[in-house]
Every structure is written in structure tokens, then in C-alpha cells.
């Protein structure tokens, strides 16, 4: 029987990890190359494959490919570009499978989140009914950990060591300098509708007592006053208050704290800093001397300090998509299972694509403490082993090296362009 081809591609916000996830797939693809034939990358994820700007991987080096395990963002670029539903434009669909036909691909593995797992389901289906069948395999990633059927998301560990690492030492800042300087610092994170991220700031917390003193989670609904009081009895007993807040925070009705008004790429809400809205309801109400902090792109780019268990998660995953493939596996994602002993273990594990588009898993009610501002032992030994272990890149004069690839494209088969 010929060999197929394969085809990568990397979906969405990227991570910390995420080319951990390709080095799995490339190397693991490398190692069956009696099975498969090349592997191609989608030049800026999956319009790559509609634009047909295929990137030869075989092109890479050994070196460069290993050098993915310790590189963060996407290295054969993303995008943020939804997939419109079969009903409203098969064309698209029906594209991407005529541009796998012309390059020979039977293999597609799609690295992103929740919307990307839908597309690969929809490929699967389409491919048979289109008489090229496509063996589509979901590599999971995403910072914001709310993906079902998988403990964790690979992407999420090391962002929420960054953030425990970041209210640490921002804690330690402000204290020092609370007596005659801010006596407020808000931390904004990501986190849309489920508060990992937000939680994971609590991981920073030694003591009782200790900073962050309030966290604000989209699955609690924001109660002004509440929040107000907290604020001010923590710098009354303290001399000082630490906020760690998810960019999704929100009221009772589901407003966003921060809704600027418009949409992304996907649908999404825009929004517009959660952190200076607080900031100016404390300066209003409170008069308080404040600052904030946006993490933004810084905490899901800090491969410096990237959770050892969270690289390591990223590459299996990917690696085990390909066995999963050469197995006859389809329309599934690999997962991670946690061992249900007294110490942290995990394996790989499989879900079905079916269970997993389109659905969002939020911190459960267990996880967070009573008053809903910060977290419980459960939500604690949930979280702490995800952060687990150092992955330091190799560093050249004081600055981390990461790998730059050649991403050289094949030449196009099919005369007509995308027009999307």
C-alpha cells in the first residue's frame, strides 16, 4: 500500500508549548517513515491549507526540529480563522480536502482548541462522503485549560506558572513599597469563560494570607461592593492588596466586566482590560493609589519559564496523534489522564472529536473558596502539579536560543486560488 502524506498545522492563540506538540508529531512521523510519506506544515495554520502554502518539513533539519521542544509561539505560524459550518460554506471544506488530494495527504493533525477540534471533525466527516478519506487527529492546546475529556490542556501549566511566578514576586514589590506608594496591584490574565489561569495565581500563596488576597473568576459573578469591601479591609489589615483578575470576569447577567463591543475572528467577545476598569472603580470609590498589569502575549510566550510537566505533556500528545493515526484511530484527540493514586502521574489517553467540539470546561464549584475570591485545597492540588519542573532553553549570551526554520514551500498543484 502507498504512503500517505501528512499535514500539521498549529490553530488559535499559541503557547509556551505548543511546538513541543510538533516536534512530537515530525519526530514520531520520522520515526514510521516506512508508513508515512512527507510531512507538510500549513504556512499560518489552516489558511495554509486553504491558500495551499505548504511548508516542507523533510527540509528541516534534525537539529531544527528538536529545537521546536524548547521554542515557544508558532513556528510555522497561526492564524485566528474560523472555519464557516458546512451549512453556510462546504466550499471551504470541500478546498482543504481538494488541496490534501492534490498533495497525496492522508494524515491531518490540527493543534488548537476547542473550534479547531470541530473543524477536524467536520474534515473527517466530509472526506468520506467526498470519497478521499482523511485520518484527522486533534492535538489539543490551549492556555486557557477548557478543553473536556483531558485533566489538562497542554499550554495551560506553563502559563500558570508564570502567572504564580509573576504575583509572587509583583507581591513582593508592592509590599515593600505599600507604606508610602501603591497600595493596590491588579494582575489581568487570560481566561474568557473558565478561570484557570486566574486560579493558578493562588499557586503564589506560601502562607495563609499571603498575596494574591482576591481573584476574580468568570465563573463567579462580579459583585461590585463585595469586591469594593474585600479591597479595602485586605490594604486596611495588610497595607496593601493584590488582585489577580480574568479577563472574563463578569457581572450576574453575563456583561464582561470589560466588553469593548466588538468581536474577534471567531465570534468572540472583544475585550477591553478588565485591570483598568478595576483600577478606576478603586480609584473612584476608594481613592486608593493603584497599578496594573496586563500579562497579555508575555504569558503565553514565557518559554524561559515553562512547566517541565507541561513541555513534556505537549510533546506526548503530539507523538502519540501519530501512533494514533498509524493505528487507524480517527476523529479523536489524544488526552491526558491523571493516575488516581496519592501521587501525580499521568498517561495518554484518547476522547472522541464528537464530545470534545465546541465544548468548554469550567472550573467546577469545588474548586473555589466560599466567598468565591479565591481557591480551595481541591482547586490547590489540582493545579500545583501542572507547574511542575524546570525546562530551561539553552541560552546564548544571556539570551534564550530558539529554532528558526527554513519553511520552505512545496509548489502549488491546483490552478485556482482561495479566494476566502
Not at 516542507?56 to 537539529?63: N, Q, R
Not at 489561569?197 to 463585595?226: M, S, Y
Not at 493603584?290 to 515553562?306: C, G, M, N, S
Not at 493516575?339 to 502521574?345: A, K, Q, V
Request: proline share 4%.
Amino acid at each position: 500500500m502507498p504512503k500517505k502524506n501528512a499535514f500539521y498545522a498549529q490553530s488559535g492563540g499559541v503557547t509556551a508549548v505548543i511546538n513541543a506538540s510538533a516536534c512530537g508529531v515530525i519526530e514520531a512521523a520520522r520515526e514510521h517513515h516506512d508508513q508515512i510519506g512527507k510531512v507538510y506544515a500549513g504556512l499560518n495554520g489552516i489558511l495554509g491549507a486553504l491558500r495551499e502554502e505548504l511548508i516542507d518539513v523533510s527540509l528541516e533539519s534534525v537539529d531544527s526540529i528538536t529545537a521546536l521542544r524548547h521554542t515557544p509561539s508558532g513556528a510555522f505560524g497561526s492564524c485566528r480563522y474560523k472555519l464557516k459550518s458546512l451549512e453556510d460554506n462546504r466550499a471551504e471544506y470541500e478546498r482543504l480536502i481538494e488541496v490534501f488530494r492534490a498533495h497525496d495527504i492522508g494524515y491531518f493533525f490540527y493543534n488548537g482548541g476547542g473550534d479547531s477540534a470541530d473543524t477536524c471533525l467536520k474534515i473527517s466527516q466530509l472526506s468520506e462522503t467526498m470519497g478521499y478519506p482523511i485520518q484527522a487527529i486533534h492535538i489539543p492546546k490551549t492556555v486557557d485549560n477548557d478543553l473536556p475529556h483531558t485533566d489538562n490542556c497542554p499550554g495551560f501549566g506553563s502559563v500558570a506558572k508564570y502567572v504564580a511566578v509573576s504575583t509572587k514576586e509583583a507581591a513582593l514589590d508592592v509590599a515593600s513599597m505599600c507604606d508610602t506608594s501603591t497600595k493596590v496591584f491588579i494582575l489581568e490574565v487570560m481566561g474568557r469563560h473558565a478561570g484557570w489561569i486566574a486560579a493558578a495565581g493562588a499557586l503564589a500563596q506560601e502562607h495563609e494570607g499571603d498575596a494574591p488576597h482576591i481573584i476574580l473568576l468568570p465563573e463567579v459573578a462580579f459583585d461590585r461592593e463585595k469586591f469594593l469591601t474585600k479591597v479595602q479591609q485586605t490594604v486596611d489589615e495588610k497595607g496593601f492588596c493584590v488582585v489577580v483578575a480574568s479577563e472574563g470576569a463578569q457581572y450576574a447577567d453575563g456583561t464582561f466586566l470589560a466588553d469593548a463591543g466588538t468581536t474577534d475572528a471567531f465570534g468572540h467577545k472583544q475585550l477591553g482590560g478588565v485591570a483598568p476598569t478595576l483600577a478606576t472603580m478603586i480609584k473612584d470609590e476608594l481613592g486608593l493609589k493603584y497599578h496594573w498589569a496586563l500579562a497579555d502575549y508575555l504569558q503565553r510566550a514565557a518559554r524561559h519559564i515553562a512547566s517541565a510537566t507541561d513541555v513534556a505533556q505537549a510533546y506526548a500528545v503530539g507523538h502519540a496523534a501519530v501512533e494514533m493515526a498509524l493505528n487507524g484511530k480517527n476523529a479523536i484527540m489524544p488526552c491526558i489522564l491523571r493516575d488516581s493514586g496519592p501521587e501525580y502521574g499521568w498517561s495518554i489517553g484518547e476522547a472522541p472529536l464528537s464530545e470534545v467540539a465546541n465544548v468548554e470546561k469550567m472550573m467546577p464549584r469545588e474548586y473555589i473558596s466560599e466567598d468565591g475570591f479565591g481557591i480551595t485545597q481541591a482547586g490547590r492540588d489540582y493545579l500545583l502539579p501542572l507547574i511542575q519542573g524546570e525546562d530551561y532553553p539553552p541560552y546564548k549570551d544571556g539570551v534564550p536560543q530558539y529554532a528558526r526554520l527554513k519553511k520552505q514551500l512545496v509548489e502549488k498543484k491546483l490552478e485556482e486560488t482561495f479566494k476566502g
